[in-house]
T-cell receptor
Framework: QQNVQQSPESLIVPEGARTSLNCTFS?????YFWWYRQHSGKAPKALM?????GEKEEGRFTIHLNKASLHFSLHIRDSQPSDSALYLC???????????FGSGTRLLVSP | AQTIHQWPVAEIKAVGSPLSLGCTIK??????LYWYWQATGGTLQQLFY??????VESVVQLNLSASRPKDDQFILSTEKLLLSHSGFYLC??????????????FGSGTRLTVL
């Protein structure tokens, strides 16, 4: 049974700061990894994905994956108040149509 | 462009009453379809998935059932609601190709309050 854990539970950072969010998973056979962002009262929306070890950058966002450590992370450069949201990591084994989410990190970026 | 429409937007129901929630996906043929449930401030819990019309797989037992009567429609229902059914219900679809794996595209959700 896949177990996905996120840390920290919540985070307050000043505008312009670098923010780091962490996700650990339990099944070493996991293949696909995502970060989703959910603004209050809205549906989650996929932010970034990574399917192989290493790093991927898209604008202010960078995702790192280390399968050996069962860990991946999201880094936000120059955090903005509009980045304030619930960030959910998600993991899939692939092919089984089961995507397991972490419990989320609530980020607040103060102006 | 693909669109996903969920209905209703919100429901307030009594314990023991029936429930039917639905979603429709337009602009994409034969998508994978999913139902997720999110307790207030809680984790997204996958409930069901479907890869084709008439076939639905249950992921967790919560006294709910799901059906896919048409290629573009997914229904979530129960005959008797429990207080624990309160929460945010999300329908999602994903592409069926290796490049995007199972990136989920969510509908706007239904907020259910059971009293």
């Amino acid at each position: 049974q896949q177990n996905v854990q996120q840390s920290p539970e919540s985070l307050i950072v000043p505008e312009g700061a670098r923010t780091s969010l962490n996700c650990t998973f339990s099944d070493s056979a996991s293949q696909y990894f995502w970060w989703y962002r959910q603004h209050s009262g809205k549906a989650p929306k996929a932010l970034m994905s990574i399917f192989s070890n290493g790093e991927k950058e898209e604008g202010r966002f960078t995702i790192h994956l280390n399968k050996a450590s069962l860990h991946f992370s999201l880094h936000i450069r120059d955090s903005q108040p509009s980045d304030s949201a619930l960030y959910l990591c998600a993991v899939s084994m692939g092919g089984g149509y089961k995507v397991v989410f972490g419990s989320g990190t609530r980020l607040l970026v103060s102006p | 462009a693909q669109t996903i429409h969920q209905w209703p937007v919100a429901e307030i129901k009594a314990v023991g009453s029936p429930l039917s929630l639905g979603c429709t996906i337009k602009g994409k043929s034969s998508p994978n379809l999913y139902w997720y449930w999110q307790a207030t401030g809680g984790t997204l819990q996958q409930l069901f998935y479907s890869i084709t019309v008439g076939q639905v797989e249950s992921v967790v037992q919560l006294n709910l059932s799901a059906s896919r009567p048409k290629d573009d429609q997914f229904i979530l229902s129960t005959e008797k609601l429990l207080l624990s059914h309160s929460g945010f219900y999300l329908c999602a679809w994903s592409l069926v190709d290796w490049a995007s794996a199972e990136t989920l595209y969510f509908g706007s959700g239904t907020r259910l309050t059971v009293l």
